[in-house]
């Protein structure tokens, strides 16, 4: 990459995995949609290995690391199993994300706060080798201090609280959920941490987001490749970044 945007757009195509693995397979090949991405114009392309492998397998990583030319966004569990094969891999970033009910908080980031010392040992070699560290949480003070005293460079704030609002018409709580994301992106910002989001965001739902000036990158997966069906993935992606565009610009 070569110049970098004021706002990211990074591309997750889990789901195109989920649907190559519901019918066993090597189609559709997440590679394939990962290089569309990249050339429709996408900053970085997300991908989160799960520990059941429901979806991106371990071949797709090694595919993406040999394939891209944009950063690649490991997603992962904090285990000593995705520990290693991110720093074998040494992608660009990885995103610590929950996957265990108990690993995470209400609104569904991760309680990184409550296993600060452990998450504190378990992202030291991950940002010796070079990698971004990443912590997915909500947008809640205590989980951001914790992030910021543990090390991470990057936080993603969890969204999905927010555009479930959208999705159910309730304004109050959309609004609330808005209000704390705001307040939650400047107050992290300040600590100087970097500003991702993501989660469940849509055409509707994302310009808000996009407007927020201390986010700078949004990480967008299953919407997009729901669009892709009926539009085609350049398309899609080409849509959600002029709407990203105009929000952002508009503030
Ligand atoms: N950011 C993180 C950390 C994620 O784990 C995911 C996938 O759940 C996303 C962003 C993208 O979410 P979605 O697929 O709903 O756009």
Not at 49 to 73: C, F, K, S
Not at 204 to 228: M, S
């Amino acid at each position: 990459m070569t110049e970098q945007r004021e706002l990211r757009l990074g591309v997750n195509i889990d789901h195109v995995a989920t649907v190559r693995n519901a019918r066993g397979g090597g189609l559709p090949d997440p590679l394939r949609a990962a290089r569309l991405a990249q050339d429709a114009g996408a900053d970085g392309i997300t991908a989160h290995l799960r520990e059941d492998r429901r979806h991106i397998t371990d071949a797709d990583i090694e595919g993406l690391m040999r394939e891209l030319t944009v950063p690649l966004n490991f997603e992962m569990a904090a285990t000593t199993e995705m520990q290693e094969i991110a720093l074998r891999h040494k992608p660009h970033a990885v995103c610590i994300v929950p996957e265990k009910r108990e690993e995470r908080t209400t609104e569904g980031g991760l309680e990184v706060a409550r296993e600060e010392n452990r998450l504190a040992h378990f992202i030291a070699p991950l940002r010796e080798a070079g990698c971004r560290v990443s912590i997915f949480i909500a947008a809640d003070r205590r989980q951001i201090d914790a992030a910021h005293r543990i090390g991470a460079e990057v936080i993603e704030l969890h969204t999905g609280a927010y555009c479930d609002a959208c999705a159910a018409g309730d304004t109050t709580t959309r609004d609330a959920e808005l209000l704390s994301l705001k307040a939650m992106a400047a107050y992290a910002d300040s600590l100087g941490l970097e500003v991702h989001a993501g989660h469940g965001l849509t055409y509707q739902t994302v310009p808000p987001i996009a407007a927020l000036p201390e986010v700078k990158e949004l990480n967008i997966g299953h919407f997009l490749i729901g669009e892709a069906i009926f539009l085609g993935l350049e398309p899609a992606i080409l849509e959600m970044r002029k709407v990203m565009d105009v929000a952002r610009s508009a503030h």
